[in-house]
């Protein structure tokens, strides 16, 4: 078995499928890892996938011009997954993407199309969760900052929803577990950026407001809900508990402590 | 019924909240809406929920009364007239600034707003329209607005009100014409539908009229004959001894010149489940017809909770009957995405839902006669109406089977849940249990499935709403084709 390693990156992992797919080993004699996850496997020989603009760009285009633009989001969205086995099982998928065309993303009998189906389908889950459970408070000097702690790599998929609907405003969307952000001037462009350090996150949460709404949130929320109904067990399906410390409405103290609190892991 | 002026806005919205949250409708649903420059706010399709309230129910809405005082006395109503209760009301800035605020942190897709009636039903229309008006022109919001029509109020205000909202609703609150009288003596049949026709043929019109009109000229030709020039209309109303004139510039033009669609997102409407006697299919033929002829969106159903010590008021012995609000809920849902009719589902004959069985298991096994079907070359309407296949697993099916030959284990990838449809499906040819079963096993296998499901997720009578998601966690909206042929009733 020979392995490919690659970054944990989009262009990585297609610079991966480019290298184990054209040393001509043979689909079943190669497997494409991201490089230090995973132990060492014995009489396994292992290539590193160097990263080029032109293998990137090549597997790009075969993509788009043989499966068309649904293949490409789809592992594009796969690429942003938590799974250490994402870069092989994206690898799987597109040899019958190559294959089949556009009609591969029917064909769910498949073993491998369904597993691409299933890691894309949590990530845009997770994507639709937090693009609804994001809260957002006032850092500021008219700053919108908000801190999520995602399984999957996905504020930059939460961008562009934001980037059209609060298009007037200065946010910040803040990735605890990655120290990355996605930031958003008003009425311009949003950009990426990975941080060496904690200091932003830090001043995220300092100049956040202890602001009169949300505590007029909190009794809203509190409000709203029908005694004689009650139902934790179905609150919960529907709003898992992991997301629930960066939420204003179940932050019970003094907002500023409360924030502290649920971050601090 | 002093409104305290003093009160904090904190006081005010929980007062205000309180009282609104018996209705149930909070979704966000019907329109798409990209931002414009300069606006806040955009609103999405399918609909977004921000958070989940101690009851299980989603919040997407900042769902608030302008004003919990109320000059009626329906019997069922919080809100009402003979109630001592602390009454408040908010300002139009007040609701703007939280609606603002809450949308840009987050928290909401955009503002629910319902009254009490203050004065009469054109005071209380005219403090919603003025709402409106200053949300999407001086705070510039292009999020999500739901508003209720006050039966009773002037047409025009009602038809002022259409161009700012999204969706619009007028509830129905009891489905026949004798609950009304019983409970709501100040509401009637008529009263209530109609503005639920004006509100119809206002989205019709602009449907059929694809070229912009020009002016001032009303959309609603039939149904408001506007006096003066250029379809300037006064509204004279009085409350209190107070008289008010309102000039209205043509109606669906903002400040700057652009055209605003009416009511893009339909209208909906919400009966009380359990408050009068009517059964079941009483209930869904009502809501059948609503779909039928008011072209409603959605139908709502609120499990009755007796708020008031009331001598016409049945009392629960097991509280809200979410269990029947639930089955309502199920064959709603039928009839709007599975090509059900009410008469299949419930007849006069057994006029109430089955306790133990969802209403398409329940029809299902009285239709043995048409069951198993082959997955391979059933067509996509026959497959909809095998219990445990959805939507989306059967568009899935469809799909797939094009290029291969589906067995069971493959079905469960498509989301089928096997565990109830296994019984009406054949791949192949085959069975997955090769003996033939009968009906009394079957029925004996479902109810046991439906039990667990109802069951060991809540506990004593509480049950997850949402269960009848048969794609469990794909919650998302059908496809226009599915609502298509679901409106087309096809079999
Ligand atoms: S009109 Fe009836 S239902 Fe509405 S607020 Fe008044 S009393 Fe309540």
């Known amino acids: 078995m020979t392995i490919f390693t690659c970054s944990d990156t989009f262009e990585g992992i297609l610079c991966g499928v480019y290298d184990a797919w054209m040393s001509r080993l043979g689909h079943d004699n190669v497997c494409l890892e991201i490089e230090n996850t995973g132990n060492l496997r014995m009489f396994s020989e292992y290539r590193r996938a ?156 300092k100049s956040s407001d202890q602001e009169t709404f949300e505590e007029l949130w909190r009794t809203f929320y509190k409000h709203i809900a029908i005694e004689e109904r009650r139902n934790p067990l179905c609150q919960r399906s529907h709003l898992p508990l992991k997301y629930r410390p960066y939420m204003t409405e179940f932050q019970q103290q003094a907002p500023g402590a409360a924030r502290e609190d649920g971050l601090r892991k | 019924m002093l409104i305290q002026e003093s009160m904090d806005l904190k006081e005010k919205l929980g007062i205000l909240a309180d009282a609104a949250k018996y209705d149930v409708a909070c979704t966000s649903s019907g329109s798409d809406r990209p931002n414009r420059p300069g606006t806040l706010g955009n609103t999405v399709a399918a609909g977004l929920c921000h958070s989940f309230a101690a009851d299980g129910r989603c919040i997407s809405l900042l769902k608030i009364l302008f004003t919990n005082q109320c000059v009626y006395d329906c019997r069922y109503c919080i809100n009402r007239r003979s109630n001592d209760v602390p009454r408040a009301a908010f300002t139009p800035e007040e609701v703007c600034r939280l609606t603002i605020e809450f949308y840009r942190r987050n928290y909401i897709e955009g503002l629910f707003l319902s009254s009490g009636v203050l004065y009469s039903p054109d005071y209380t229309m005219d403090l919603l329209y003025q709402t409106l008006w200053k949300l999407r022109y001086e705070y510039r919001f292009n999020g999500y607005i739901h508003v209720k029509a006050i039966p009773g109020a002037d047409p025009v205000l009602i038809e002022q009100v259409g161009f700012l909202a999204d969706r619009m609703s007028v509830n129905l609150e009891l489905p026949t014409a004798e609950g ?209 296949v959805g939507v989306r697993s059967a568009r899935r099916i469809a799909a797939a089977r094009r290029s291969a030959r589906l067995d069971f284990p493959d079905l469960k990838k498509m989301g089928v849940v096997l565990k109830r ?64 042929s679901a409106a087309l009733g096809q079999m």
Not at chain 1, 194 to 203: A, C, G, M, S, V
Not at chain 2, 373 to 387: F, G, M, S
Not at chain 2, 469 to 480: K, S, V, Y
């Open chain 1, 50 to 205: 160097e990263e080029t603009e032109d293998k990137f760009r090549k597997v790009t285009d075969a993509i788009l011009r043989k499966a068309g633009q649904q293949v490409y989001e789809q592992v594009y969205c796969a690429s942003l997954s938590c799974q250490p086995e994402k870069a092989d099982m994206i690898y799987r998928y597109l040899i019958y993407a190559l294959h089949f065309g556009r009609g591969v993303t029917d064909m769910l009998q498949i073993p491998a199309v369904y597993e691409l189906f299933r890691l894309k389908r949590r990530v845009c889950n997770e994507t639709m969760h937090l693009i609804e459970f994001i809260r957002f408070s006032q850092a500021g000097k008219g700053i919108l900052a908000g801190i999520v702690n995602p399984e999957n790599d996905v504020i930059v998929m939460m961008a562009p929803h934001f980037a059209d609907r609060l298009r007037g405003e200065n946010w910040v969307i803040y990735d605890d577990r990655r120290r990355k952000a996605a930031v958003h001037q008003a009425m311009g462009q949003w950009l990426m950026i990975q941080l060496p350090d904690d200091t932003w996150k830090e001043r995220l949460v």
């Open chain 2, 180 to 388: 009304l009288r019983n409970l709501a003596p100040s509401k009637t049949r008529t009263r209530i539908l109609t503005p639920m026709r004006q509100i119809q043929r206002g989205i019709r019109s602009q449907q059929i009229q694809l070229l912009p009109r020009g002016g001032g000229e009303t959309i609603f030709q039939d149904s408001i004959a506007y006096g003066g020039r250029s379809g300037q209309r006064q509204v004279v109303y009085g409350g209190e001894g107070q008289i008010r004139t309102r000039d209205f510039r043509s109606p669906g033009s903002g400040r700057n010149g652009s055209r605003r669609r009416f009511v893009p997102a339909g209208q909906s409407t919400q009966m009380i489940v359990g408050a009068t006697p009517e059964n079941d299919f009483q209930m869904l033929s009502v809501a059948e017809a609503l779909y039928r002829n008011y072209d409603l969106k959605r139908v709502f159903y609120s499990a009755f909770v007796r708020v008031n010590d009331d001598s016409r008021l049945p009392v629960l012995p097991g509280g809200p009957p979410l269990l029947r609000e639930h089955r309502l809920y199920q064959a709603d849902w039928l009839l709007r995405f599975y090509g059900f009719q009410a008469g299949e589902l419930l007849t006069e004959e057994k006029p109430n839902f089955n306790v133990f069985l969802d209403p398409k298991c329940d029809w299902a096994l009285r239709h043995m006669e048409l069951f198993p079907v082959e997955v391979q070359t059933a067509d996509y309407n026959t497959l909809l109406r095998v219990p445990g």
């Open chain 2, 421 to 484: 449809a296994c019984y009406f499906i054949t791949c192949s040819g085959r069975l997955m249990y090769p003996v033939k079963l009968d009906q009394d096993f079957i029925t004996g296998q479902l109810v046991g499935e439906e039990k667990r499901k109802t069951w060991d997720i809540g506990d004593r009578n509480s049950y997850r709403q949402l269960s009848m998601f048969d794609d469990g966690f794909l919650a998302a909206a059908p496809t226009e084709e599915d609502v298509r």
